[in-house]
């Protein structure tokens, strides 16, 4: 058991702007641990990616160089394979359906397979569902034929694209408006907030409602500096890892409806209506050889059981 540590600032990274709700809610969580401390602990968030892309970080919380990190599920499966059936497209059958596996038993063994990676899995944030934006209209699967999208460093995310007909193009984040706007891409796939607070929105003006996948955030901790803390204080920061989750999700319904109303007002097309069961019957070859994998598998019989 580690000895109690010293009063310590800890580090978290976040790629999105300051008041996105996933860095608003590890604020959060810092209040509480920093109250039920006495002070002892904190965190203090940098966001935008100063500490780095999601690549850079995830390497940099595995050796401990970053305390905590909010990433996204999609490119920790590089390291945590595991992870890939939160990413399988159209798994989740709606946001209920997601948050029952996430608050559940389910969300709790996929947190535990963390362990094996030098993480601890805090907990999850939501990310909402990701669809398809483009500079030229999209309105069915064929429309996708030919088009540059790019996507995370994910194999299962470049996978998705290519059953759709498509190019994946993987590229880190902060470089999707410059490569929109040189005609690198045609386009990317990603939630209503990150396509609007991107300024994505003004480039890429079609929105296609595929909700494709609904891979959540996860927030980690590097090992290292989970082994600083005593046991009382690991349950602190589990504790509030779990209560800024709830936190975030108020936020998250309020920024989707802002984003989507943003985009709407802007004059962009969104295609709500259009033949969905393409898209679907396109990722069936994927299903199947996840379900291929043993330990995916298991998990993908979970998460359709808590449906």
């Known amino acids: 058991m580690a000895a109690p540590a010293q009063a310590r600032e800890f580090r978290a990274a976040d790629n999105q702007v300051a008041d996105y709700p996933t860095v608003l809610a590890v604020e959060h969580m810092s209040r509480l641990v920093r109250e039920r401390t006495s002070g002892r602990h904190s965190i203090r968030v940098f966001h935008s990616g100063q500490l780095g892309e999601e690549n850079e970080t995830i390497k940099q919380t595995q050796v401990g160089a970053i305390d905590i990190n909010r990433i996204n599920t999609a490119p920790l499966t590089q390291v945590v394979p595991e992870l890939e059936a939160l990413a399988i497209p159209f798994l989740f059958s709606s946001v209920d359906h997601l948050h029952r596996v996430l608050d559940g038993p389910v ?29 030229r209209p999209v309105r069915s699967l064929a429309d996708m034929k030919g088009l540059r999208i790019r996507v995370q460093n994910s194999r299962l995310a470049e996978d998705m694209i290519r059953a759709m007909g498509a190019t994946p193009v993987v590229i880190s984040y902060g470089q999707v408006s410059t490569s929109i706007a040189t005609k690198l891409v045609d386009g990317a796939e990603n939630n209503w907030p990150s396509y609007v607070t991107t300024d994505h929105f003004k480039l890429a003006t079609n929105y296609i409602l595929t909700e494709h996948t609904m891979a959540p955030e996860i927030l980690i901790m590097s090992r290292k500096a989970w082994n600083t803390l005593d046991a009382a204080d690991r349950a602190i920061f589990k504790q509030a890892a779990r209560e800024s989750s709830l936190y975030m999700r108020s936020q998250w319904r309020a920024w989707e409806e802002r984003s989507r109303s943003q985009a709407m007002a802007a004059g962009n097309t969104i295609v709500g209506t259009f033949e969905r069961k393409p898209f679907v019957d396109a990722m069936a070859g994927l299903q199947a050889n996840a379900a291929k994998d043993p330990k995916l598998s298991r998990l993908i019989d979970m998460i359709r059981a808590a449906d």
């Open 107 to 135: 969300g709790e063994e996929i947190l535990r397979q963390l362990d094996s990676y030098e993480f601890v899995g805090l907990t999850f944030y939501d990310s909402g569902a990701r669809s398809i934006y483009t500079s």
